[in-house]
């Protein structure tokens, strides 16, 4: 078997940020304008009116304030309140292609190895563009690489699912080096006419490259991987190529991002504090000496409660890195992120933890140390 790092990593941006203010003034003009039209059935007690949004509630909530998307003018009308994306033919790189292929190339070129070398390339992500044929081998097609690529999807933990499944790969031999992708336009799943979760998410692309520790230069070795699945209905977007063939059509909510925020709260923040601690212990480590965790950004709440449970005290801003602030979240590619823009400062046998959780329920740990 032969040891894995985490080589380098890439990332993508979109050029179009959304302030909470902005977020807010599109709702509730969207919300005036509900109950203005059913003022009837509502002094009629038959409806319920909407609750308008405000920033306060959003960032007590969540720690959000603002995100990155791949358009803007569409969420912030009110008529319209999606992001607008037309469909492109079949000779043009799909977009979610395209903002991979821009975070691949990132990493690539910080890489600075011979792009032939790789020989797998893994897009792991919450949402898939099409059925098939698959984005990883898109992206593989524009990149110029050769070996295979395939797509997988576990919501919020494919990156770190795909970071065990090209340690694996590089571990046994199949190949040398394997780029994972995690292409994420959120905005596209979320239904911004709901109060509760309008502001959650964010578009973004990452990159990961995964190499054979005897052939990597610097990077960070990877100490363990593990994964963890429970099903929960807790969050769910029952979005799919049947809804087709269902009698009630496909523009009903649930085709979007839905969740029990609450119920989501509850149970995944003891699971996924207790998973990284037993994996901590398994693999021989203090997790009170680990550096820094790079833990999915959902919820700042969240990240507090798990960084206290995890290191037994009150982290500090360094050690528990927070960007869902200015990115939100952004699903698989949260904890990569954070990992991308703050890793650098550390130093040689420094170790630290990247983790994912989110629908599935699916939770991933990496640990990792400095070369």
Known sequence: MRPAVIATTGLYTPPDSVSNAELVAAFNAYVERFNADNRDAIEAGRIEPLQPSSVEFIEKASGIKSRFVVQKSGILDPAVMR????????????????????????????????????????????????????????????????????????????????????????????????????????????????????????????????????????????????????????????SGFLNRAAPEGRDLPDKLFVQQGRKVFKEV???????????????????????????HQANINMNEIIGRRVLGREPTADENVIILDQYANTSSAGSIIAFHKHSDDLVADDVGLICSFGAGYSAGTVFVRKR
């Not at 792991?124 to 690489?145: C, D, H, I, K």
């Not at 050769?146 to 970071?163: E, H, Q």
């Open 269 to 295: 923040v003891p699971l996924v504090s207790e998973m990284i601690l037993e994996h901590a212990s398994d693999l021989g480590l203090d997790p009170q000496a680990l550096k820094r965790m790079w833990l």
């Open 83 to 238: 992001p607008v994306i037309p469909e492109r033919p079949n000779e043009q790189i799909s977009i979610l292609a395209e903002i991979a292929v821009a975070a691949a190339e990132d990493a690539l070129t910080r890489w600075g190895k011979p792009r032939e070398r790789i020989g797998a390339v893994l897009c792991a992500a919450s949402n898939m563009q099409r059925a098939y044929p698959a984005m990883a081998v898109e992206v593989q097609a524009a990149l110029g690489l050769g070996g295979f690529g395939f797509d997988m999807n576990v919501a919020c933990s494919s990156a770190t699912f795909g970071i065990k499944t090209a340690a694996d790969y590089v571990a046994t031999g199949s190949v040398d080096a394997v780029l994972m992708v995690n292409p994420e336009i959120c905005s596209g799943h979320l239904n911004f006419r709901d109060r509760d979760s309008h502001f959650i998410f964010g578009d973004v692309a990452t990159a990961v490259i995964v190499e054979r520790a005897d052939q990597a230069e610097g990077g960070w070795d990877i100490l363990g991987t593990r994964l963890r699945t429970q099903f929960s209905n807790n969050i769910r977007n029952n």
